[in-house]
Structure formats: C-alpha cells, structure tokens
C-alpha cells in the first residue's frame, strides 16, 4: 500500500470511529463519557507509540529533571485529558444546559476592555478543554471568533466546524494567510472576540523563543494585530474542577511594552506571552498537547544573525533588569 493511500486509510478510520464516539456521546451519560475517556485515553497512550515517543521526547525538554515515570504519568494523564475532553464538547453542544457548570473568574476584565470598542485578542494555548471557552463565551452572549487550522481530515473538520456554528461560534482559518487577517481585523473593528492560540511551531514568518529553555519557531500575529488596531490583549485558561466543571479564568489587559525599534516590540512581548503561557503549563503539566512537536523548527544560521529575530541571552537579561517585565510578573502572580 502507497504512502497516500496509508493516510487515504487511516483517515477513514479516524473519521468511523469518530462517528462512533458521536453516537456514544448522544447515548451515554457525563459520567460514562468520563469513564469511556479515560478507557480510550489510556489505550492511546499504550497503542499510538509514535505519538508517546513525541510526547515523553517534549517532555524532556520542558522538564529535563523530572524522573522518568513522573513524565509517563504526565503524558498518560494528558491522553486521558485529551479524550475526555474531546467527547464532553460534543456531549456539551448537545446539552447546552450544562454550561451552567463552566464558570468564570474575570469577567469584568473582559467587559472592560470590550467597552474600548477595538475588539479583544483572546490568548489561549491548547490547554485543558479549551475549545469550551469560546463556547462558553459565546452562551454567554459575546461575539466570538475562533482563528484555526483547517484538519486535514474534510469529514472531521466539517463536523468541528458545524459544532462551533450550531454554539455561536464563528470560524475563521489561519489559511489563506492574507484573508485570515482581513477577517481578524474585521472582527476587532466591529468589536468582536477573536480568539487565538499561539503555542505551537510556526516556521514561517514569527520568532525564536525561548520555551522551556529551547528556542521555539513562535507565531507573533497576536502581537502584530494589537499594535496594528490597539485593540486589548486578554489572556485565558480554563481549569477542570470536576466531572463537566471547568472554571475559565480572564486574566487582566496584557499591557505590551514598546520601544523604538518596532521588531524589538514585537519580540518582547512575545517573549512575555510565551512566558506566560508557560507558567500555566508548569502549574497544570497534565493539560498541554505534548504530541505536538513544538520544537520542530529550529532557525538557520542566516536568521541567527538577524537583528531581534532570536531571544538571546542578551534580551534575557533586559528583560531580568525591566520594571516592566518584573511588574508583569507580579501581577499575574494570583491567577497563576
């Protein structure tokens, strides 16, 4: 069998036995569905080998100390985490009722900023049950935009797609680069939540920074648009609490430091974001994607030598020596 029809194949089955978990969703209680999760989650991490050696492989990286076993565990509790999560949006969009149980903490942060009327950049990570906050969001009556990959599987992404509208939830793909833009900004202008994530490899046109150590190829399009519209900065995770209890946390406006060379002001506040995100991952290990090979791209010795392109050691210790950078921290240090 040729390699296209290997993944001609494998997405078909992908897409049955997704069928298959949309019928059990529909069917089963939150409870069972918790408990299926786990099963399967559990089962991935044992069957999906290519997809564990990525996941240990990352975690080495982000935590190079940590035994061994601690790191099986992370990465099994992720696969259980992925799964559960996976069925229970379906499970929440056919039961709109239990977003009753998805709280919010810093709601007035949100309301804050919207009454600027520029629009907000919400700033998220593949992070626990995150497709559930633009969903709550959007229950609760904001306009929502989601930026996403387009899935490679069309079966797959159309039924995605058709969840987020049935919720509320408009899409907009990060491809065509130049129309997804168009769209964000069009968003932002009529005040609207654009909601981003900006924790995977990005080879093209970001930055390098440091993630857990080791430079990372990093989108910096959230830090672009905010200098191109003022529109506010909102960071948010949410945090599972208990079986179909999430609480969403809005952080306060991520205030964006500037300096005279534009490319500068981009790469420290993209710094600062990665930092952030990073934190988060630290307190909460078991909720990041460690299947994705966020480490990837590497940058050539061309860009190496490129002005504010790298976060070096020298833009470490700028950033050690800001009142601004040290502020930040501080003021994030409760919703940590």
Not at 149 to 173: C, S
Not at 209 to 236: D, N, S
Request: net charge positive.
């Amino acid at each position: 069998m040729g390699k296209e029809l290997r993944r001609i194949f494998r997405r078909r089955v992908i897409w049955f036995f997704s069928e298959f978990f949309i019928f059990l969703c529909k069917k089963l209680s939150l409870n069972s569905i918790y408990k299926v999760g786990s099963i399967i989650g559990k089962l991935s991490y044992y069957m999906a080998f290519s997809h564990r050696k990525i996941a240990l492989n990352s975690l080495s990286i982000a935590f190079p100390e940590t035994s061994l076993k601690r790191r099986r565990e992370i990465a099994k509790d992720f696969s259980v985490i992925m799964m559960q999560s996976f069925l229970e949006v379906i499970h929440f969009v056919n039961n709109p009722s239990l977003f009753h149980d998805v709280k919010i903490e810093g709601k007035e942060f949100l309301n804050k900023a919207l009454e600027k009327k520029r629009g907000v950049i919400a700033l998220t990570a593949h992070f626990g049950n995150f497709p559930l906050i633009s969903l709550k969001l959007a229950r609760e009556g904001y306009r929502i935009n989601a930026v996403v990959r387009p899935m490679r599987d069309r079966n797959v992404e159309n039924y995605v797609q058709n969840l987020r509208t049935k919720a509320g939830v408009n899409t907009i793909y990060s491809h065509p680069r130049r129309q997804c833009v168009v769209k964000i900004i069009k968003a932002l202008r009529n005040n609207e939540i654009v909601m981003i994530h900006m924790d995977q490899n990005f080879s093209s046109t970001g930055v390098w920074v440091k993630f857990f150590g080791k430079l990372a190829a990093t989108p910096v399009g959230p830090v672009v648009l905010a200098l191109r519209t003022k529109a506010p900065i909102l960071p948010m995770f949410i945090i599972r609490e208990g079986i179909g209890k999430h609480c969403l946390k809005i952080l306060p406006e991520l205030e964006l430091d500037y300096f005279p060379e534009r490319e500068k002001t981009v790469l420290i506040n993209t710094i600062k974001i990665t930092r952030l995100t990073e934190r988060w991952i630290k307190k909460y290990p078991e909720y990041w994607g460690w299947i994705h090979k966020r480490w990837k791209s590497q940058p050539s010795e061309e860009v190496r030598k490129m002005k504010f392109k790298i976060h070096t050691d020298e833009i470490d210790r700028e950033l050690y020596c800001s009142e601004g950078y040290v502020g930040d921290s501080i003021s994030y240090q409760k919703w940590k």
